[in-house]
C-alpha cells in the first residue's frame, strides 16, 4: 500500500512562532495534496491544497510548500495562534483515483 | 449549503444490535465516503459511493453495510459489531470521485461504542 509519511507526531510551538509538518509520499502517480485541520470532536476540514506544477501556494498564514524531485511536501503556519491547535493530516490522491491517502497526523498545540 | 450532516452524534450499541448511521448532503455532490477513525489515527476508508453506486470497498467486513438510496443519503447499516469497531465514523462527499481539486467536506462523525 501506498504511504504518506508525515512529521512530527507532536509539535508544541509558542503564540506568534511559525509551525511546520513534513509529509513524504511515494506514488509518483499523486498530483494532489491537501491538508486538513481537525479539532476535537469535529470532523477533519480541507485547510489548503496544491498541485504539484507549482512550488508553493499560500493562503492567509498558511504555506504549502511542495518539492516534487523529492516526493516532499510541508505545512507552514506563520505567527501560530493558539486557535490552531489542533491534529493536522496531510494527503495524497491523484485525481484517477479519488481517493486519498492520509498521513499519521501531527498535534499541534500553541501556548499563548 | 455546505454541510455534511450525520446523524445520529453518539451511539451506543450492544454486539447484537442493528443500527444504522446516516449521512445528508444538498451540495449536488456525486461522490459519497465512509471513513472509520480511531482516537489519535487518520481517516481509513471504508467505502465510496459514486453516482449512488458501490465504487470501491476496502475490505470492510461484512457487519458493515452501506447503503446510497439517493444521490443525497448515504447509510451505513451495523450488525453484529465487535468491541473493536468503537470509532468515529465519518461520512464525506465530493464533486466527483476522480477530479481536479477533489475536495472532500467531512461531516461531524458518529461517535459508535459497541459494549
Known amino acids: 500500500q501506498q504511504q504518506v509519511k508525515q512529521s512530527p507526531q507532536s509539535l508544541i510551538v509558542q503564540k506568534g512562532g511559525i509551525s511546520i509538518i513534513n509529509c513524504a509520499y511515494e506514488n509518483t502517480a499523486f498530483d494532489y495534496f491537501p491538508w486538513y485541520q481537525q479539532f476535537p470532536g469535529k470532523g477533519p476540514a480541507l485547510l489548503i491544497a496544491?498541485?504539484?506544477?507549482?512550488s508553493e501556494k499560500k493562503e492567509g498564514r498558511f504555506t504549502i510548500s511542495f518539492n516534487k524531485s523529492a516526493k516532499q511536501f510541508s505545512l507552514h503556519i506563520m505567527d501560530s495562534q493558539p486557535g490552531d491547535s489542533a491534529t493536522y493530516f496531510c494527503a495524497s490522491g491523484g485525481t484517477s483515483y479519488g481517493k486519498l491517502t492520509f498521513g499519521q497526523g501531527t498535534i499541534l498545540t500553541v501556548h499563548p | 449549503d455546505t454541510e455534511v450532516t450525520q446523524t445520529p452524534k453518539h451511539l451506543v450499541m450492544g454486539m447484537t444490535n442493528k443500527k444504522s448511521l446516516k449521512c445528508e448532503q444538498h451540495m449536488g455532490h456525486r461522490a459519497m465516503y465512509w471513513y472509520k477513525q480511531k482516537a489519535k489515527k487518520p481517516p481509513e476508508l471504508m467505502f465510496v459511493?459514486?453516482?449512488?453506486?458501490?465504487?470501491i470497498n476496502e475490505s470492510v467486513p461484512s457487519r458493515f453495510s452501506p447503503e446510497c438510496p439517493n444521490s443525497s443519503l448515504l447509510n451505513l447499516h451495523l450488525h453484529a459489531l465487535q468491541p473493536e469497531d468503537s470509532a468515529l465514523y465519518l461520512c464525506a462527499s465530493s464533486l466527483i470521485l476522480a477530479a481536479d481539486y477533489n475536495e472532500q467536506f467531512f461531516g461531524p462523525g458518529t461517535r459508535l461504542t459497541v459494549l
Open positions: 459511493y459514486s453516482y449512488e453506486k458501490l465504487s
Open positions: 496544491i498541485r504539484p506544477d507549482v
